[in-house]
């Protein structure tokens, strides 16, 4: 088996999507469709995969630290892409999977596939059926079934090349190195879009009587370009509805099936229940037995079993322990730590905080770089001032603490085991263990002014 490298097409500027942001980063499911793609390549060329970027390209390159790119100044298309990738892939393979970088259905299973079937053949590409071929490029056979070219939408001549096929180009192509480091300099840009495609390798090779192979897909989704918002939001409709099927399939309790959005990188345990309209994203975890009522958005969040979350909360990369009380109206924003059994109620917020087991922080709060041990009781209004106009300190507070309504806690400060915070204080000491602090000024009572 020749050894096989892929090369992710990512540079293009996406003009139909009628955005500032490039085209593959586009989220699909709160994820950029190039992580789709990438996910979909890596475990089948294992680790040999390179992406070309060029329209952006800094903020692609920042999404995915972890990728290897190559650059293309100036898109001048597909081919001129596949051209600019040729030296980085010169003594790293035989040959390459080329996929174009915006097709976030796409899945392991059809690139193994096409892989496979694309075994033997100098250049093989994928082809999907469709009713309408909109702007697909079109697949000319021959009156043997052979394969002659794919023509491009714009460029499609019934004179020339009969009446409309259905069978189009999907935008994944497997070709020998040295096949195509022969054949790029001979693609030329007269056509069109006055670009250098891809697509012309085909009748290229066919020419030189190469073996040549359009692999049949049928009517496979998981290989549907994304150019517009609108192949967008059908793209990640289907996407969506083969996730919340699959979940409700393995034993999760969807009330709303249709109105939850859950990306496909999360984990969603059966016996987890869901009662309304939700967002679940990134490498969330949500375990069997926890609660998520309506209206609650979450990236890269774990709650654990039997934790119950409320209407409208937002969480980013938090935990929530087991059979914890979050919401409604709460926010936990990075590195929110709730352990076993603690409450957070209606708008607190969180970040870089641990509430200890037990402990309640239930109205009005904002908790920022704090630890709170066990047990531990926040009143309404709390607020850790952590933050100096430069830098951030840390605010901890020990087990079994009672800390007043309205307290102001000026970090860093440090409230003991077991210790009382006075209502209204504005604690600028430590207060150990066992002692009250109390900081506000003296309540006098006069007498009303006569009218
Ligand atoms: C392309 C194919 C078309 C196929 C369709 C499948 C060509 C010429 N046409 O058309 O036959 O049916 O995909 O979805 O290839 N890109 C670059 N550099 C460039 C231009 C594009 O990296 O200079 C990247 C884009 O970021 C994108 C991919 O290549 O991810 C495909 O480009 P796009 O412009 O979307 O091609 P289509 O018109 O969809
Ligand atoms: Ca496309």
Known sequence: MLQTAALILAAGKGTRMHSDKPKVLQTVLGEPMLRYVLEAVRP????RVLVVVGHQAGMVEAAF??????????????GHALMQAMPALEGQCERVLVVNGDTPLLSEDVVRHFVEASEGADLAFATIELDDP??????????????RAIVEAKDYDPALYGPEPHEVNAGMYCVRLDLAARLLPRIGNAN???EYYITDLISLAVAEGCKVQGVQCGR??????????????????FLREHVVDGLLRSGVMLHAPALVRISPLATVEPGAEITGPCEIYGRSVVRRGARIDSHCVMRDTVIEAGAEIRSFCHF??????????VGPYARLRPGAVLEEASHVGNFVELKKSRLGKG?????LTYLGDSEIGAGTNIGAGTITCNYDGKHKFKTTIGEGAFIGSNTALVAP??????????????ITKDVPDGEMGIARGRQKNLPRKSV
């Open 65 to 78: 630290p972890e990728a290897s790119f190559v650059h293309q100044e100036q898109q001048l298309g597909t």
């Open 359 to 363: 402990a309640k922080a239930n109205h």
């Open 134 to 147: 909109a702007a697909y490029g079109r697949v000319v056979r021959a009156a043997d079934g052979s394969v």
């Open 220 to 237: 496979d989704e998981s290989l549907m370009g994304v150019n517009s918002p609108l192949e967008l939001s059908r793209s990640e409709e």
């Open 316 to 325: 980013e990369d938090a935990h929530v322990g087991e059979a914890a009380l």
């Open 192 to 194: 069109k879009s006055g």
């Open 44 to 47: 089948v060329f294992d680790g």
């Open 413 to 426: 400060v440090r409230v003991g085991d077991g210790a009382l915070v006075g209502a209204g204080s504005v």
